[in-house]
């Protein structure tokens, strides 16, 4: 009878319990989830606006996947039903009806695109419009979903969902980043540069300012202990900054005024993508729980 007690339960007599039901085990499968969604939704739009559809291709894959991923964390396909059932009430629900519209309806519009048929015909425009308001429910999903846990004060931000959108539009910069790696040269890639750093400095700026806004919560100074020098410091400083943003900025910035050929956009792609993984997977190992006892407990 050594069985280990379940560190789910020891956290139970530790004044700050961390979120581990969205961090742990079978659950890194759903930080995977939700930054593929988000980072196909920023493909879908960027490569609209830009006029690349490999980056728009690589956006509606990943929402693809994504959405298989979470729906493989829910085991049972009729977990997915019920939590499907309350669109009125459950920012899951919505963000999966959300996949439901945008598949579909994304595919459709892209294979008017390769030729099945016009893009301009009132059907492929109709695809269109869905297929952007199926985008923007994934945008707003991925941040709500997270913000409405008022247990979580790292979470419960109103910056939040903001942050995440610009997180889903700097991966999808980097997919069209990819993208541009495998098309022809005459290809705008200085939108695409420009695209990529607007969104990593919005990014990076609403990130600051959250956790600004935090500092006077000791739950929330817990959580950026776990960041700076915790369980998770590795995840935060080696993925986050030093992969994410000092080797893609530098790459990106370089690539401004002299080529840096597809390898390079090829990496700064690559990196920025899990730049971006680690972010989602650091926001929500650190997350942590306020505590269970009141202020004269916890003195």
């Known amino acids: 009878m050594n069985r280990p007690t379940p560190s789910i339960y020891s956290d139970l007599g530790a004044v700050y319990r961390p979120e581990r039901v969205w961090a742990e085990g079978r ?15 920023g493909g879908w739009l960027i490569g609209l606006i830009i006029g690349l559809r490999l980056a728009s291709l690589l956006g509606l894959a990943a929402v693809v996947l994504g959405g ?41 519009y892209v294979a008017g695109a390769y030729g099945a048929w016009s893009t301009r015909s009132a059907f492929s425009v109709v695809m269109l419009v869905l297929s952007l308001v199926g985008m923007a429910g994934i945008f707003l999903y991925k941040g ?29 910069a980097a997919l069209a980043l990819i993208g541009l790696a495998f098309s022809p040269s005459g ?17 990076v700026f609403l990130f ?24 998770v410091a590795w995840a935060f400083f080696g993925g986050f900054v030093l992969f994410g943003l000092v080797v893609p900025v530098a790459l990106v910035i370089t690539s401004l005024d002299a080529s840096i050929g597809s390898a ?20 929500n190992t650190a997350a942590t729980y306020v505590p269970l006892l009141g202020p004269r407990g916890i003195a």
């Open 144 to 172: 709500f979903v997270y913000a409405v846990a008022r247990a979580v004060p790292l979470w419960h931000s109103p910056l939040l969902p903001v942050s995440y959108i610009s997180a889903g539009l700097r991966g999808g």
């Open 187 to 203: 290809q705008d890639r200085h939108a695409v540069q420009t695209w990529w750093l607007a969104a990593t400095a919005a990014m």
């Open 208 to 231: 600051a300012l959250e956790l600004a806004m935090g500092l006077d919560d000791k739950t929330v100074r817990r959580s950026l202990s776990a960041l700076a020098e915790g369980s």
């Open 68 to 108: 298989a991923i979470h729906l493989g964390f829910l085991g049972h396909p009729e977990r997915a039903l019920r939590m499907m059932a309350k669109p009125q009430s459950s920012w899951i629900s919505r963000g999966l009806w959300s996949m439901l519209l945008f598949v579909p309806t994304a595919a459709l």
């Open 27 to 41: 659950a890194i499968t759903l930080v995977i989830a939700h930054f593929l969604s988000g980072a196909g939704a």
């Open 264 to 283: 390079g956009l090829l990496i700064a792609g690559i990196t920025s993508l899990g730049g971006d993984l680690a972010y989602k997977y650091c926001m």
